[in-house]
């Protein structure tokens, strides 16, 4: 059975740095792009970073680019979510997700609260 | 960025009746079209990929169609538990990005 775990979410001040984590378990976790997507109280769903298998290829949607840093740790079946200078506006339930283009399994989420 | 577009917002049904739910592209995303169900508190669930092939484990019921830039996903008979949110998502271009939603509700 495909598992994804998140943790990480907290309250953090503007300005400030959070890490979440996501562990895989039920697949060849080496042999899949993994994904970040997040979602606002309330708000629909924004893509926030994809990481492809071996780790050597990143992309970013813009409202993130040069604050948050994805990566992966294949030999523990992890994958990070390296988020700085955080902003109220990244406020947000964070889900990892399997896949690309299209994630066919998701994490139950995790909540990050920016907030003075 | 593809800007998606879904209509209606809300969808107000009964149990046993048909769902049509529009998605529609600012450009083509030619068939890279998905649809996922969220229900409060859960997680998105992809239910069709590629705008006409169904996920695994997904009920015949659902059902999609289109290309370019206009699509639908249909629901056949609603059944109590498919009322939900109902995202469309596009992974023809980067960034890929998610349509508003549409809730189906109860009538």
């Known amino acids: 059975e495909v598992q994804l775990v998140e943790w990480g979410g907290d309250l953090v001040q503007p300005g400030g740095s959070q890490r979440l984590s996501c562990v895989a378990s039920?697949?060849?976790?080496?042999?899949?792009?993994m994904t970040w997507v997040r979602q606002a109280p309330g708000k629909g769903l924004e893509w926030v970073a994809n990481?492809?298998?071996?780790?050597?290829?990143?992309s970013y949607v813009d409202s993130v680019k040069g604050r948050f840093t994805i990566s992966r740790d294949n030999a523990r079946n992890l994958v990070y979510l390296q988020m700085n200078s955080l902003r109220v506006e990244d406020t947000a339930v964070y889900y990892c997700?399997?896949?690309?283009?299209?994630?066919?399994?998701w994490g139950q989420g995790t909540l990050v609260t920016v907030s003075s | 960025d593809i800007v998606l577009t879904q209509s209606p917002a809300t969808l107000s049904l009964s149990p046993g009746e048909r769902a049509t739910l529009s998605c529609r592209a600012s450009q083509s995303v030619a068939h890279f079209l998905a649809w996922y169900q969220q229900k409060p508190g859960q997680a998105p669930r992809l239910l069709v990929y590629?705008?006409?092939h169904r996920a695994t484990g997904i009920p015949a019921r659902f059902s999609g169609s289109g290309s370019g830039t206009d699509f639908t996903l249909f629901i056949s008979s609603l059944e109590p538990e498919d009322f939900a949110i109902y995202y469309c998502q596009q992974r023809a271009y980067w960034p890929f990005t998610f349509g508003p939603g549409t809730k189906v509700d109860v009538k």
């Open positions: 990481i492809r298998e071996d780790g050597n290829e990143e």
């Open positions: 997700a399997r896949g690309r283009g299209t994630p066919d399994y």
């Open positions: 590629d705008t006409s």
């Open positions: 039920g697949f060849i976790f080496s042999n899949s792009w």
